[in-house]
C-alpha cells in the first residue's frame, strides 16, 4: 500500500470510529470508499496546484554575519 499522510481525525470523522482504535500513523486502506487505492495510486500523476518552491530559506541575521567576513 502507498504511504501517504492521512490525519487519524479524517479517517474517525469519515468511518465514525474513535481514535483510539485508528493507528497514529494510518494509511489509505484505512479510508472508506472504492476509488481511494486509484486516486493513491495515481497521486503523483496530478499536477499540484502550487509550483513546487526550490529556493531555499536563509535566515537573515545569519547571513548578514557570513557576508561581514
Known amino acids: 500500500m502507498v504511504r501517504l499522510n492521512i490525519s487519524p481525525l479524517l479517517i474517525s470523522v469519515l468511518t465514525g470510529r474513535s481514535l483510539e482504535e485508528i493507528p497514529f500513523s494510518p494509511n489509505i486502506s484505512d479510508l472508506p470508499g472504492n476509488f481511494v487505492p486509484l486516486v ?3 497521486l503523483k500523476n ?3 496546484a502550487f509550483p513546487s518552491n526550490i529556493q531555499p530559506l536563509v535566515c537573515q541575521k545569519k547571513a548578514s554575519l557570513i557576508f561581514r567576513e
Request: charged share 15%; proline share 17%.
Open 40 to 42: 493513491a495510486k495515481n
Open 46 to 48: 496530478v499536477p499540484s
